[in-house]
């Protein structure tokens, strides 16, 4: 018995040695298939010894069947091992063979997404009231009244708190009117000396070429001891000059807001026909007048600063806020405001 055995661990070494070398010739996946067929195939040669078990003794039986399933588990593996290699092998040959060219189209068209020129406009502005050292704060669309009009010292009958002109989401609360709000919540958490700006979505019930029911604004305000309308004119005509040109004329004419005093608002020499001069040809998107307006300002109402706990003998400041899209607009020339909103993508993609 012990010879038999000898015998047929011989013929397993045999197939075991064949099958190595053949799994080692083997390049393609289909020659190591034909490789296991071989063996493991109806009329492999794995499969014949095991066909010629049942005229084994039975306690023959027992030792052989447990050497063919060792070297048919041998196999299988050795198999999975080489397919996997080879696989790896073929990958990389491709990529050394011919590199891919990552900068050619693809086959789709891929459509870009754009910043919009609104969101392009209020960053460009807030960079520079950065630069100048104002922080940037974030405040809520839906907003008190109080915070909104009359810590504001907004009068309680002042046409903007009308039904007609905010929109209210219930009794005292409504949609913010403009970013003035921030000058509220900053000054009623913060202690000068603060320099703060702020962007953000305002409503109205407003809704035509140049007005629309919602629009971005941005705020801003500088509280601290001696500060003056020179600082504030300073401030501005400096923003002023960043963003359309060091040699830009500025002027202030007064005007009325609840929460300054005094009040004014900004204009800028029409950048659409100035002359080199600095004199005006007067064109139709300054009405001939040779002025753009761009901003409200004014120094902040003595009553505010008490509405927010600060001391108005001991501080002064000064508050602007200016409308993101009448900047837009003007910068690409952009002729109606609705145009922003649509978010079609052939207006979109020009900017
Ligand atoms: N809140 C005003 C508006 O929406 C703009 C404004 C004017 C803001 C004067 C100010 C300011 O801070 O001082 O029309």
């Known amino acids: 018995m012990a010879d038999a055995l000898h015998d047929i661990d011989q013929g397993l070494d045999g197939i075991r040695t064949t099958y190595r070398q053949q799994l080692e010739a083997a390049s393609t996946e289909q020659q190591l298939r ?22 084994l003794a039975p306690e023959m039986r027992k030792q052989v069947g447990a050497r063919v399933n060792a070297l048919k588990t041998e196999v299988e593996q050795a198999f999975e091992q080489r397919l996997a290699a080879l696989a790896r092998a073929q990958r990389e040959a491709e990529l050394h063979a011919r590199p891919f060219d990552l900068s050619l189209p693809g086959r789709v068209p891929v459509h870009h997404g754009h910043v919009h020129p609104i969101i392009q406009t209020r960053d460009e502005l807030l960079s520079i009231f950065k630069d100048l050292g104002f922080v940037i704060a974030q405040g809520p669309e839906v907003e008190l009244e109080e915070n909104n009009f009359s810590k504001l010292a907004f009068p309680p009958d002042h046409p903007a708190t009308d039904m007609q002109d905010s929109f209210w989401v219930s009794d005292g609360v409504l949609l913010r009117t403009h970013t003035s709000n921030m000058q509220i919540r900053e000054m009623s958490t913060h202690k000068p000396p603060m ?12 809704d035509d070429v140049t007005h629309s029911p919602m629009f971005h604004q941005i705020e801003g305000f500088l509280v601290d001891e001696n500060v003056t309308f020179a600082h504030l004119k300073g401030v501005l005509t400096a923003f002023a000059q960043r963003l359309y040109g060091a040699d830009l004329k500025v002027r202030f004419r007064p005007s009325y807001f609840p929460f300054v005093e005094p009040g004014a608002e900004m204009d800028v020499a029409c950048v659409f026909c100035r002359r080199p001069d600095g004199t005006h040809a007067g064109c139709r998107t300054c009405k001939g007048t040779g002025w753009m307006e761009v901003l409200g300002c004014g120094m902040i109402h003595p009553a505010v600063f008490e509405n927010c706990g600060i001391d108005p003998e001991r501080y002064t400041g000064f508050a602007f806020g200016l409308g993101i899209e009448r900047v837009s607009m003007l910068r690409y020339g952009i002729p109606d405001i609705r145009l922003l909103f649509e978010n079609d993508p052939r207006f979109l993609a020009q900017f």
Do not use: F, H, P
């Open 34 to 55: 034909d490789a296991n067929a071989k063996i493991l195939g109806k009329k492999g040669e794995l499969t014949a010894v095991l066909k010629q078990m049942g005229s």
């Open 195 to 206: 320099a703060i700006v702020s962007a953000g979505v305002v409503y109205r019930r407003d």
